[in-house]
């Protein structure tokens, strides 16, 4: 019962960000970080970190996207477009979790749209008309890149972030939903023989 009214309620709101007029400097700063281009160097600190991740996360995600190279490339895109926005990519991972349950194609009766579920009209403030948000790389760069935008905002405030991403500043709801997905699905921390090998 509770799952059912949690997800009334999740589908009720999912990618509800509400457009807010931008400075022309905010906008230009945006603007560039959504039209980088796709990684030339891995986000992972070292090989065997990146083996340790990637097989971890996707013993998770294995019945949420079914086939192995679509999961890796799922992962080390989540991975470099959290990393490269300052964000943790296993908090990347529950909030996708809870706008779109991991489905790439999933429109939010709002119209937001991939698995971050970003409203469209972020591509024409500080994207290129031929932006698709159903692309993977660009859901994830747009959708990391509007959280970070919104963490500046709140001085690194993640729970007011996470409700204005939502649509849902001041709720609870929605950032809570997002921390239980992240802590209890994702939490992550390096193996123990890794950690103790690292050390001097």
């Not at 991991?102 to 403030?125: L, T």
């Not at 849902?168 to 921390?179: A, C, I, M, T, W």
């Amino acid at each position: 019962m509770l799952f059912s009214a949690l997800l009334i309620w999740q589908l009720a709101f999912a990618g509800a960000q509400k457009y807010e007029p931008l400075s022309e400097s905010v906008r230009a700063a945006l603007s560039r970080t959504i039209s980088d281009q796709a990684p030339s160097r891995s986000s992972f600190s070292d090989a065997m970190d990146a083996i340790d991740w990637l097989t971890e996360m996707s013993r998770r995600m294995d019945r949420r996207i079914a086939d192995r190279e679509s999961r890796l490339e799922f992962l080390r895109a989540v991975h470099y477009e959290a990393t490269r926005a300052g964000l943790d990519p296993q908090m990347v991972l529950g909030l996708i979790q809870v706008e779109s349950g991991f489905k790439k194609y999933a429109v939010s009766p709002a119209g937001a749209r991939g698995f971050m579920q970003v409203m469209p009209f972020w591509v024409q403030v500080i994207g290129r008309k031929e932006d698709n948000l159903f692309h993977l790389r660009t859901n994830l760069r747009y959708g990391c890149t509007i959280l970070r935008h919104y963490l500046d905002i709140e001085q690194g405030d993640l729970f007011r972030a996470l409700g204005r991403y939502n649509g849902s500043l001041g709720q609870p709801e929605y950032p809570n939903l997002v921390r239980a997905a992240w802590h209890g699905q994702w939490a992550y921390a390096a193996t123990k023989a890794r950690v103790a090998s690292s050390k001097p």
